[in-house]
Nanobody
Framework: QVQLVESGGGLVQAGGSLRLSCAAS????????MGWFRQAPGKEREFVSA????????YYADSVKGRFTISRDNTKNTMWLQMNSLKPEDTAVYYC?????????????????WGQGTQVTVSS
């Protein structure tokens, strides 16, 4: 069993920055990819970013490309999402997730383990 714990959410003004963290513990040895998803009120959960654990290859949704940066530390089983130039439309609950696949990274169905989520609120 894998446990994922997110932290770092909060309230920030538009144009500001936040850094989210996701710490993984438990049976993580079969994990290949870690990703971030978000869900805004009244909307479906959507892909934000993902990183392949071994290669460090990164992927981003078009809406966050150039503003968000995903990174990881393999030795600490920790992933981060640096979010800059935040916009009110970035307001959502952000979830980290873990997958045993390196394919279809934008699809939440391939992620078997999920964190509890952390709220990010961007005021205008």
């Amino acid at each position: 069993q894998v446990q994922l714990v997110e932290s770092g959410g909060g309230l920030v003004q538009a144009g500001g920055s936040l850094r989210l963290s996701c710490a993984a513990s438990g049976r993580t040895f079969s994990s290949v990819t870690m990703g971030w998803f978000r869900q805004a009120p009244g909307k479906e959960r959507e892909f934000v970013s993902a990183i392949v654990w071994s290669s460090g290859d990164t992927y981003y949704a078009d809406s966050v490309k150039g503003r968000f940066t995903i990174s990881r530390d393999n030795t600490k089983n920790t992933m981060w999402l640096q979010m800059n130039s935040l916009k009110p439309e970035d307001t959502a609950v952000y979830y980290c997730a873990l997958s045993a696949s390196a394919y279809r990274l934008t699809m939440e169905e391939v992620y078997a383990s999920w964190g509890q989520g952390t709220q990010v609120t961007v005021s205008s």
